[in-house]
């Protein structure tokens, strides 16, 4: 497996990843925030609306996307900033649902980690749902080595 950086030509593959992978996300939001909110969040629809953020990230800042490879074929993705604070943070990331592949994100992850630590940042945060939907990526970012955390909540209401 390798992590390299992406190149203009992985983005149909990673958005099409991205949208794969967060459709049990979606699926779930969409049943907890209903039609009406739903579709003010992702007026796109919520097939693609993960894509368009990787799609947002190509366009303003290409050079803070990783792709993972396995036998010449991208498995997964993962989008970054850096912050003045020397935080880096993890945005936007996911292996294929579909590949098969064990051990994408942690790959993934730790390549993300040896950049930060490249630029500078003493820290690292991803923020993630709490919700059934998020189980897997919070199971990860604890294998990945996070080991504190804030919670929250975001309430929404339809202004009548």
């Known amino acids: 497996m390798s992590i390299r950086a992406f190149r203009m030509e992985d983005l149909p593959v990673i958005t099409d990843i991205a949208n794969r992978a967060w459709k049990t996300i979606k699926i779930m939001s969409r049943d907890a925030l209903g039609d009406e909110i739903s ?10 609306t993960k894509g368009r953020q990787i799609e947002q990230c190509a366009a303003q800042t290409p050079e803070n996307i990783f792709v ?3 036998n010449g074929k991208i498995v997964g993705f993962i989008t970054f ?9 993890i945005n936007n990331n996911a292996s294929d649902p579909d590949c098969g592949e064990k051990g994408v994100g942690q790959e993934m992850y730790q390549a993300v980690f040896e950049h930060f630590k490249s630029k500078g940042m003493k820290a690292a945060k991803v ?5 059934y939907a998020h189980a897997p990526a919070r199971k990860a970012y604890l294998r990945a080595g ?4 804030l919670r929250s909540v975001t309430y929404y209401r ?3």
């Open 146 to 149: 996070f080991d504190r955390e």
């Open 158 to 160: 339809t202004l009548d």
């Open 39 to 48: 579709d003010l969040c992702n007026p796109e629809g919520d097939s693609v």
């Open 81 to 89: 900033y850096l912050e003045d604070n020397l935080i880096g943070t």
């Open 68 to 70: 993972c490879e396995r």
């Open 127 to 131: 923020t993630t749902g709490l919700d």
